[in-house]
Nanobody, 127 residues
Framework: VQLQASGGGLVQAGGCLRL?????????????MGWFRQAPGKEREFVAA????????YYADSVKGRFTISRDNAKNTVTLQMNSLKPEDTAVYYCAAVRLMSWYQRPSRDHTMYPYWGQGTQVTVSS
């Protein structure tokens, strides 16, 4: 399974960005998807996740109400819409996939539970 993330960039505080991740090499709907981020000198942290069918989403408290994760199983794509960006959102953002048996199973917030990763895309928010 290969993941290709895109959409990062430089934006001013209060602005927005949309990250996309295209998955290939597997049946996309078999995988729950997550977004994680890692800032310099910090550990990788959970941002958002979505179930296989897309019916349920989960967010870190720090992004709740500002970020939206969604997926299109027909296009093998998961997106992260980021609004009201803050300087503390600056990080490399990674999409990740984990195969789950249940359509509704809650994906983990632990990055070590995801075996498949994209290459990362840089998001920089200036103050």
């Amino acid at each position: 399974v290969q993941l290709q993330a895109s959409g990062g960039g430089l934006v001013q505080a209060g602005g927005c960005l949309r990250l996309s991740c295209v998955v290939s090499g597997g049946t996309f709907s078999n995988y729950a998807m997550g977004w994680f981020r890692q800032a310099p000198g910090k550990e990788r942290e959970f941002v958002a996740a979505i179930t296989r069918g897309g019916s349920t989403t989960y967010y870190a408290d720090s992004v709740k109400g500002r970020f939206t994760i969604s997926r299109d199983n027909a296009k093998n794509t998961v997106t992260l819409q980021m609004n009201s960006l803050k300087p503390e959102d600056t990080a490399v953002y990674y999409c990740a996939a984990v195969r789950l048996m249940s359509w509704y199973q809650r994906p983990s917030r632990d990055h070590t539970m995801y075996p498949y990763w994209g290459q990362g895309t840089q998001v920089t928010v200036s103050s």
